[in-house]
């Protein structure tokens, strides 16, 4: 999802990635669209099973089968069997002109071919687009954990190279002095350091390692999320 634009009088007023719904205008010419509680409460859900015996939360009863295949390495493979947003559908929601009419024919299309897209991708933006949404951070920073922990190869691809979150979690971290520190800096250091430690963990073979060892942006950003 990218940023799409409503003409409000003379001036132009952005659409935070990962956005789907009009505006709600509001007389103080904020306008923003709220998550609502609706969509927390099945991120909620969603959190529960992808959590769900993960190696890091699992009993010790239970840590030899968590580690053998676990619910939650099971939840994440079936997850990745949902269709990737189709670059051209993709592509689409880039236009920022899009017309409502656009939008509400690919929506009917969409439910008339059941089509269930990945969800990673827009989980990911929704850190950005929602940056002092708290209650989301906490749910999204527990299912990056299990994700890390459980290094499920297929969703970590999605989410590093697909939604390329290593990168723009380092910009967000790292922004320049005139401009102001994204309220979603704790969530994103703190995913950042999860990275870190895990990837630490695992042999040299291991997928994360050779992603982040190969990536530019993190190893010149280690010596400052180390100090951080």
């Known amino acids: 999802a990218s940023n799409s634009t409503i003409n409000n009088g003379n001036e132009e007023e952005k659409q935070p990635d990962g956005a789907q719904q009009p505006f709600i205008r509001h007389p103080g010419r904020y306008a923003t669209i709220p998550f609502s509680s609706w969509r927390h409460q099945l991120l909620m859900l969603l959190k529960e099973i992808v959590c769900y015996k993960c190696s890091v939360y699992a009993s010790s009863a239970d840590a030899g089968v968590a580690s053998e295949k676990s619910p939650s390495l099971r939840a994440m493979v079936s997850i990745m069997e949902n269709t990737i947003v189709p670059p051209e559908v993709e592509a689409k929601k880039k236009k920022k002109n899009e017309s ?13 071919n059941n089509v269930t897209y990945n969800p990673w991708p827009a989980l990911c933006s929704f850190v950005f687009a929602y940056p002092h949404n708290d209650m989301y951070h906490i749910q999204f920073f527990r299912m990056f954990v299990a994700v890390c922990l459980e290094h499920e190869e297929q969703t970590l691809r999605l989410i590093l190279q697909k939604a390329k979150f290593v990168t723009r979690a380092i ?17 994103l250091w703190n995913c950042l350091n999860v990275l870190r430690l895990r990837r630490d963990s695992l042999p040299p073979s291991a997928y994360l390692r050779q992603f982040l060892d190969s990536h530019d942006i993190w190893k010149s950003f280690q010596a400052e999320l180390i100090q951080g």
């Open 100 to 112: 409502t009419e656009d939008n509400d024919q690919q929506t009917v299309s969409d439910h008339g």
């Open 171 to 187: 910009r967000t971290c790292t922004s320049d002095n005139d401009t102001p520190v994204s309220p979603a800096r704790a969530v």
